[in-house]
Structures are given as structure tokens and as C-alpha cells.
């Protein structure tokens, strides 16, 4: 039971260029959440799926798109990454939005030079 | 948009010493969560707590929500190392949405 995967763990992106950092749960839960963690700043939601086909935006969308490509999956990418992108991002995912335990993947750690 | 402040923002103890975070909504909250996680790793779900004035104990530490569920703490009795970590509360958004809004969180670091 592999839980919550992100992909991929470690990326180097140089400004300008774009990527897709990819999240997948096995647990059939329905919500999925884009989270970027910076130092002193916590866990600051991004992107927010309630179900499959729907999105919403959390406290720092710029920069950024998704696609909830089905029930399992939820990407998240950067059109344009710019140095202010680079962060830890972690993908997380609950069986029905914000009152259930939350599961997290292991973290795609992302630099922008 | 809702806010959850928590306090403080890093913690220095030594071992055998106990430690507090507090966390705080500017809203009404209808659960709050608190995750743990270790250093270079992912949060993990410590505990929820939906009811008024609730508190409920893991070992050593011990969950409390407040009476007008605004505000929440963790405490943790004679610290350990294994104890080291981030301590996050996290709580729902406004508007009932289903986002999962997290507070800074709270790093301790314990002496040995």
C-alpha cells in the first residue's frame, strides 16, 4: 500500500522553464492538496481538489496550474518557474476534505536557478 | 480569508523539559488537527479534535481545544529527542470549502 506518491523527488529548473510534478494515492480518497512549504512560513495550500473534476484555489495560487486527472492523480505545474517557486512541495490527500486525516507524499524538493 | 496562527515559532529545551504550542483561528473552527513532522520528512496526522473544551492524551502528549474552538494546544510532557520535529495545528478553511489550512508550526529542538 503505497499511500500518497509524488514524482519527481528532486528537480533542478532553471528560470523560464516549465515542469509537472506529479501526485498519486491508492487510498480512494477523494480530495488532494498541492502544499509548498518555505522555511518559517509552514504549510501554505496551493491548489485544492475536492473531487475528481474540480479545483479551487487555496492562499497562493500564482504560477501555478492543476489538472485532477482522475480519482488518484493531481498534478501540479509550473508554466514559468521563477527563483520564488523554489520550495518543498508536498502533495497530500484526505477521503473527504478537511475534517479526515490527512496523508502526505514523501516531497518533491524544487530549485529554480 | 481564514488564518491559523500558532506560537511559538521554535522551541529550545532540554531533554526531561516540557514543551507547548498554541495555535490560534481568527474563526470559529468546526475540528482542528495537529501533525508532527520529522526532518527532512512529510507531516504525519497526529490527532483531531472536534468537540468543545476537548482534550485527549497520546503518552506523553496532550491535546486540548478550546471552549470556543478558536484556539488549540499540544503539550508534551519530559521531551525527548525523539520528540524533535514540527509541530503543525491545521483547521478548515473559511466558507466550508474543504481546504485543509495549516499555521507555521513550531519547531522544538531538544538537548540532550
Known amino acids: 500500500n503505497a499511500g500518497v506518491t509524488q514524482t519527481p523527488k528532486f528537480q533542478v529548473l532553471k528560470t523560464g522553464q516549465s515542469m509537472t510534478l506529479q501526485c498519486a494515492q491508492d487510498?480512494?480518497?477523494?480530495?488532494m492538496y498541492w502544499y509548498r512549504q518555505d522555511p518559517g512560513m509552514g504549510l501554505r495550500l496551493i491548489y485544492y481538489?475536492?473531487?475528481?473534476?474540480?479545483?479551487d484555489k487555496g492562499e497562493v495560487p500564482n504560477g501555478y496550474n492543476v489538472s485532477r486527472l482522475n480519482k488518484r492523480e493531481f498534478s501540479l505545474r509550473l508554466e514559468s518557474a521563477a527563483p520564488s517557486q523554489t520550495s518543498v512541495y508536498f502533495c497530500?490527500?484526505?477521503?473527504?476534505?478537511?475534517?479526515?486525516?490527512?496523508?502526505f507524499g514523501q516531497g518533491t524538493r524544487l530549485t529554480v536557478v | 480569508g481564514q488564518q491559523v496562527m500558532q506560537i511559538p515559532q521554535y522551541q529550545h529545551v532540554q531533554e526531561g523539559e516540557d514543551f507547548t504550542t498554541y495555535c490560534n483561528s481568527s474563526?470559529?473552527?468546526?475540528?482542528i488537527q495537529w501533525y508532527k513532522q520529522r526532518p527532512g520528512g512529510h507531516p504525519v496526522f497526529l490527532i483531531q479534535?472536534?468537540?468543545?473544551?476537548e482534550v485527549k492524551k497520546q503518552k506523553r502528549l496532550t491535546f486540548q481545544f478550546g471552549e470556543a474552538k478558536k484556539n488549540s494546544s499540544l503539550h508534551i510532557t519530559a521531551t525527548q529527542t525523539t520528540d524533535v520535529g514540527t509541530y503543525f495545528c491545521?483547521?478548515?478553511?473559511?466558507?466550508?470549502?474543504?481546504?485543509?489550512?495549516f499555521g507555521q508550526g513550531t519547531t522544538l529542538q531538544v538537548k540532550p
Open positions: 497530500a490527500s484526505t477521503i473527504q476534505g478537511a475534517r479526515a486525516e490527512a496523508f
Open positions: 487510498m480512494n480518497h477523494n480530495s
Open positions: 481538489s475536492a473531487s475528481e473534476g474540480t479545483t
Open positions: 474563526t470559529t473552527l468546526s475540528n
Open positions: 479534535l472536534v468537540k468543545s473544551g
Open positions: 491545521a483547521g478548515p478553511g473559511s466558507s466550508n470549502t474543504g481546504k485543509l489550512i
